[in-house]
């Protein structure tokens, strides 16, 4: 059963970055499509950016220009680089599979990233 770890979360003022990973164990990770979803405070969870096992990659219209979704077959670990952040990015993070499975990986906790002056 694949195990995902996120990291990278964090306090970040307006127009700084930061870089979320999301290291996942087991064989079928490199396998699966991947995504970046988040969560904002009294809102539905959303799609940030995905990617697939052969690295082609989408991006919600909010994002784009300033997130890059990478992954690393060797490290078994995708990322998430985030720059000019805005309040609007403040939200839990979460890393699981693109969508269009019949199901998830466990959401876990996810990484809370905060946009604030």
């Known amino acids: 059963q694949v195990q995902l770890v996120l990291s990278g979360g964090g306090l970040m003022q307006p127009g700084g970055s930061l870089r979320l990973s999301c290291a996942g164990s087991g064989s079928s990770f490199s396998r699966n499509g991947m995504a970046w979803y988040r969560q904002a405070p009294g809102k539905e969870r959303e799609l940030v950016a995905s990617?697939?096992?052969?690295?082609?990659?989408n991006y919600a219209d909010s994002v784009k220009g300033r997130f890059t979704i990478s992954r690393d077959y060797v490290k078994n670990t995708v990322y998430l680089q985030m720059n000019n952040l805005q309040p609007e990015d403040t939200a839990v993070y979460y890393c699981n599979k693109a969508p269009g499975v019949a199901t998830m990986y466990y959401w876990g906790q996810g990484t809370q990233v905060t946009v604030s002056s």
């Open positions: 990617i697939s096992s052969l690295g082609n990659s």
